[in-house]
């Protein structure tokens, strides 16, 4: 089993930064994917970027492209997400998740076997 703790959201002004942090503990000696997504009500929880460990790569969405970046240090428990210009329409839950089987950036949502229980940004206008 693998538990995720995410933190590091919080109440930000429009165009600041946010650096939020997921720190993964139990099952972490093998090969896995780490990933964020996010979720706003009433609409479906999105790709937010992701980050694999053989080959070391990293895959983002369009919209965050440029702006956002994730990382895992040697630490390979914790996975960063650093969101730089943010935007209101950034405004959700984000959630950090873990695949267990699949080891590619391109890991779909089905993908992901655990997920964190979420921590909110919000980016005022």
């Known amino acids: 089993q693998v538990q995720l703790v995410e933190s590091g959201g919080g109440l930000v002004q429009d165009g600041g930064s946010l650096r939020l942090s997921c720190v993964a503990s139990g099952r972490s000696e093998s090969l896995y994917t780490m990933g964020w997504f996010r979720q706003v009500p009433g609409k479906e929880r999105a790709f937010v970027a992701a980050i694999s460990r053989s080959p070391d790569s990293t895959y983002y969405a369009a919209s965050v492209k440029g702006r956002f970046t994730i990382s895992r240090p040697n630490a390979k428990n914790t996975v960063y997400l650093q969101m730089n210009s943010l935007k209101p329409e950034d405004t959700a839950v984000y959630y950090c998740?873990?695949?267990?089987?699949?080891?590619?950036?391109?890991?779909?949502?089905?993908?992901?076997?655990?997920w964190g229980q979420g921590t909110q940004v919000t980016v005022s206008s």
């Open positions: 998740a873990v695949a267990e089987f699949v080891d590619s950036g391109l890991a779909t949502r089905s993908d992901y076997d655990y």
